[in-house]
């Protein structure tokens, strides 16, 4: 594949940014829409794998199809402009300010909800004709699912949010190397290798991913899971979010974008 040096795709990454701050409200808002309903596929992808065969991983290995997907149509996930957005900032780009920036992350927040929302029905739908039976294993299994990512945290208290904090944190420094790395290479066949191997890694490691959840625990209430929309809100859709900032931006974009743009004077020897 053809490769780029971190100088190179570091601006890249900048650039990219920069054009989200100024997209269209049409446009960001139908991004992220499209973003989080196929993210949300991928999902009950993965999940509906992982019931049949018993595998696991073999659910986290096929994953980030979604992902990539997603990533080649240039949708547009909270996760990435939480990354990429701020260097903008950052870097001086002119027009771009902070109000700009909390608009673009408003506006993707509610495209990724709605495409969750809305792939979170038609499953519910069609696992169960209709709401006329049961959703069977694979329903069982996301209300089991939804209650152990917020009940289950809710025991432990302010340990319990700190810990989703961290794994909303752990998250996205993985999705964010997909996004950056996707980034190195000018093959579709490079970005989408490049891509895989970080998003595999949060998936089957469980980290929190918060577009994930806007379609999970929804999903999860449909399909009988015993929690409340405080419930999913307070302890797990909000640290997770918050976690999923920090690891991005601090984690991914500040590294690479303070090594490789904002470089310091080489050392003088002797």
């Known amino acids: ?9 570091v601006t890249k990454m900048v650039d990219a940014g920069e054009s989200k701050v100024f997209m269209s409200t049409k446009d960001t ?16 992808f993965a999940i509906t794998v992982a019931v049949k065969t018993g595998s696991p991983l073999l659910g986290a290995v096929l994953f980030p199809v979604g992902f990539i997907m997603l990533y080649l149509m240039k949708f547009d996930l909270l996760t990435g402009v939480f990354t990429l957005v701020p260097l903008a900032l950052l870097d001086k780009r002119p027009g771009v300010d902070v109000n700009q920036v909390l608009r673009n992350w408003g506006l993707v ?4 909800l709605g495409g969750a929302l809305m792939v979170a029905f038609m499953m519910s739908f069609v696992f ?3 709401f006329n039976v049961d959703g069977g294993a694979i329903a069982a299994k996301v209300a ?3 209650e152990s990512r ?4 809710k025991e432990h208290g302010l340990d319990g949010w700190i810990t989703i904090f961290i794994r ?8 964010s190397m997909g996004v950056v790395g996707a980034m190195i290479s000018t093959s579709a066949t490079g970005k989408m290798a490049a891509m895989w191997m970080p998003i595999m890694l949060f998936f089957f490691m469980g980290f929190e991913h918060s577009i994930v959840n806007m379609f999970l625990f929804p999903f999860s209430m449909i399909m009988g899971g015993d929690f409340t929309v405080v419930d999913y809100l307070l302890w797990n859709e909000l ?4 976690g999923n900032l920090v690891g991005g931006f601090v984690l991914v974009g500040l590294p690479l974008y303070y090594t490789h743009v904002r470089t310091s004077p080489e050392r003088k020897l002797g």
């Open 150 to 153: 917020t009940l289950g945290y």
């Open 29 to 44: 808002l139908i991004r992220a829409f499209m973003a989080g309903a196929i993210l949300a596929l991928a999902a009950v």
């Open 144 to 146: 089991s699912i939804g």
């Open 168 to 175: 909303g944190m752990l998250c996205n420094w993985m999705v």
């Open 1 to 9: 594949m053809s490769y780029l040096e971190p100088t190179e795709f």
């Open 109 to 112: 927040f509610l495209g990724n």
């Open 128 to 130: 169960t004709y209709g």
């Open 239 to 242: 640290p997770t979010v918050l």
